[in-house]
């Protein structure tokens, strides 16, 4: 069981909204930049989101991140096919003093 | 364009060392700037960070798996390395090399192809 919490699935249309938790701990989250990957099937994950709310270049305004208290989320909007995959947090944990990940969400695209 | 490459064996014995290596192409270890990663993701399941070094050989490693780890550098052939010893079937993985921003934000974002490690007699 991981130490940040992520749901194990969502699901949303095409072209709708969806939103992604990740919630820690003041040891982790809520002292430490957040950062979010994309994992599509069989392939290495990618860097969707870092500093909380960042993107690298090349990744598309679609996808958005946020942090508040122990707490984040990643926004995906104009949903898409090929979005569906799974989705990690990532953090510091200040008193494990380890990076962190979330067990991941799997995202369907109905 | 910046990128990673694992290599090593896919097969280890329990009890044995896993060794694995890291080519980095169009981009020198040497120049600092990042810390060089390791990151394994057991199958089907989340990730789990291994470790990291810098350039100078300054290294820090999971607490979980400190006792087993080693991940070093050779910057004339701009490749790090990851040594795990006393593998048991609970170190099966995919296993990735991963560039780390240096500093306190700990986020990867380059990512290697990621090599699959089984470990069984």
């Known amino acids: 069981q991981s130490v940040l919490t992520q749901p194990p699935s969502v699901s949303a249309a095409p072209g709708q909204k969806v939103t992604i938790s990740c919630s820690g701990s003041?040891?982790?989250?809520?002292?430490?930049?957040v950062s979010w990957y994309q994992q599509l099937p069989a392939t290495a994950p990618k860097l969707l989101i870092y500093?909380?709310?960042k993107r690298p270049s090349g990744i598309p305004d679609r996808f958005s991140g946020s942090k508040s208290g122990a707490s984040a989320t990643l926004g995906i909007t104009g949903l898409q096919s090929g979005d569906e995959a799974a989705y990690y947090c990532?953090?510091?944990?200040?008193?494990?003093?380890?990076?962190?990940f979330g067990g991941g969400t799997k995202l369907t695209v109905l | 364009q910046v990128q990673l490459q694992e290599s090593g064996p896919g097969l280890v014995k329990p009890s044995q060392t896993l060794s694995l290596t890291c080519s980095v192409s169009?981009?020198?270890?040497?120049?600092?700037?990042?810390?060089w990663s390791w990151i394994r993701q057991h199958p089907g399941r989340g990730l789990e960070w291994i470790g990291y070094?810098?350039?100078?050989?300054?290294?820090y490693y999971n607490p979980s798996l400190k006792s087993r780890v080693t991940v070093s550098v050779d910057t004339s052939r701009n490749q790090f390395s990851l040594r795990l010893t006393s593998v048991t079937a609970a170190d099966t993985a995919v296993y990735y090399c991963?560039?780390?921003?240096?500093?306190?934000?700990?986020?990867?974002?380059?990512w290697g192809r990621g090599t699959l490690v089984t470990v069984s007699s």
């Open positions: 070094m810098y350039h100078t050989g300054h290294t």
């Open positions: 169009d981009d020198s270890i040497s120049t600092g700037g990042y810390y």
């Open positions: 990532g953090t510091w944990d200040s008193s494990l003093n380890a990076v962190l």
């Open positions: 991963v560039r780390q921003w240096f500093g306190a934000h700990y986020y990867f974002d380059l």
């Open positions: 500093d909380n709310d």
């Open positions: 003041t040891s982790n989250i809520g002292s430490n930049y």
